[in-house]
């Protein structure tokens, strides 16, 4: 069994990982010259080099820190897309998910770029509305140019589609601490869950946005790359200052909150309805990529469905492990960690609907050929206390 989410010289499973062959071609943050200082382990994730974790602790104190204190990431490499133009939300709207409806200007939502022809999931997506002529996309880094690509497909002539990937940083001030952490900078805390407002510190102007990936109170700056470096030092200048904390510690804390991680939990060959993210899709919507299969799926019933797993017994289930009932195999797992908050392995997986098994349900996964006892559930595997 690992004692720690991560082997030692390890990635973990993080389908966005890039293949050393493409290193020489891997994009930097603006922040990689803070990392390198303090000790960063890094990896090729998603086209770019990130820290993966930090010395003096790595994953289990990194993510200690957001669940009990304050943590700061780099996640510079997500995508950075602006559409702008006459009816840029109205356009928006008739491609991907969610419905840009539910929500007015200061407000993000979550949603879901689909292939029309399968309704598999291009990428999962925040969007920020500014105006009905203007909406910021955040996609995940590896998907952010098929985005880009497919909007401009789409996109009327007098709606236009800027790819801004590398023109911002963006940092995630995750943690029970992180308002405290902020309003001692003067920057807003106060605006509600998936809302932003635009401020300023010293002489830098950047969004604050009231997102993030961990399940705690959290914020997300949207910061001009050439300013990234002094937003930065001024959050690590604090008393007490914040851990910085790398992917990993990222990708446990996601995994605990049942968050899906595009690539793993969702696919290309993997839809919202398969990934239990119906919710953001907006069904009533005339038109969206993918609408037609997706609401015929729906109706039917999908063939399987994302389900949680938490291991009975020593072992941690791993991505592309075997699920069974019995002797019969009904699902695989697509996502798995140890998690430091509950000190056991959990996973997501991808659970056949036709056993109809309940929750509570005792299966087994295939771990190292050895068939180990979990419990199926349904995510969030824990529930802090601040969302």
Request: hydrophobic residues 40%; negative net charge.
């Given at each position: ?109 979550y949603t879901l770029c ?54 911002y940083a963006v940092l ?116 969206f990529w993918g609408r ?96």
């Amino acid at each position: 069994m690992l004692t720690s989410p991560v082997r030692p010289g390890k990635l973990p499973p993080m389908t966005e990982v890039t293949t050393d062959a493409a290193a020489t071609r891997l994009r930097r943050s603006p922040l990689a010259g803070r990392h390198t200082a303090l000790g960063a382990k890094f990896a090729p994730f998603g086209g770019w080099e990130m820290p993966l974790e930090y010395a003096g602790g790595g994953v289990l104190r990194e993510h200690t820190a957001v669940r009990t204190d304050v943590g700061v990431f780099d996640v510079s490499h997500l995508g950075k897309v602006r559409v702008t133009g006459p009816g840029a939300a109205e356009f928006v709207n008739t491609c991907l998910s969610n419905d840009l409806g539910r929500i007015g200007p200061g407000r993000a939502q979550y949603t879901l770029c689909c292939d029309e022809a399968t309704g598999g999931v291009v990428d999962d997506i925040i969007a920020y509305l500014h105006a009905d002529d203007h909406v910021f996309l955040i996609p995940n880094a590896a998907n952010s140019a098929e985005v880009v690509r497919r909007l401009r497909a789409a996109a009327p002539s007098q709606v236009t589609i800027s790819d801004e990937h590398e023109g911002y940083a963006v940092l995630a001030v995750q943690g029970p601490r992180s308002a405290e952490l902020l309003s001692d900078l003067g920057l807003p805390t106060e605006h509600g869950y998936m809302s932003f407002t635009r401020a300023t510190l010293g002489p830098v102007e950047l969004t604050v946005c009231r997102t993030g990936y961990t399940g705690e109170l959290g914020y997300e700056l949207v910061v001009p790359a050439g300013d990234a470096v002094a937003v930065w030092d001024a959050l690590f200048a604090a008393e007490p200052a914040p851990q910085a904390c790398g992917l990993a510690a990222r990708d446990t804390l996601r995994t605990e909150m049942g968050y899906p991680l595009h690539g793993q939990d969702l696919s290309l060959e993997i839809t919202p309805v398969q990934a239990r993210s119906g919710w953001a899709v907006g069904w009533d919507k005339p038109a969206f990529w993918g609408r037609d299969v997706l609401v015929a799926e729906k109706a039917a019933g999908p063939a399987r469905t994302l389900r949680g797993l938490v291991a009975v017994e020593r072992g941690i289930p791993r991505p592309g492990m075997a699920v069974y009932a019995g002797d019969t195999r009904v699902g695989t797992v697509t996502s798995g960690t140890f998690s430091p908050t509950l000190k056991q392995g959990i996973a997501l997986a991808l659970i056949d609907t036709a056993p109809a098994l309940p929750d509570g349900a005792e299966l087994h996964v295939d771990i190292r050929n050895r068939r180990t006892p979990v419990h199926l559930t349904r995510p969030p595997f824990i529930h802090p206390s601040v969302k």
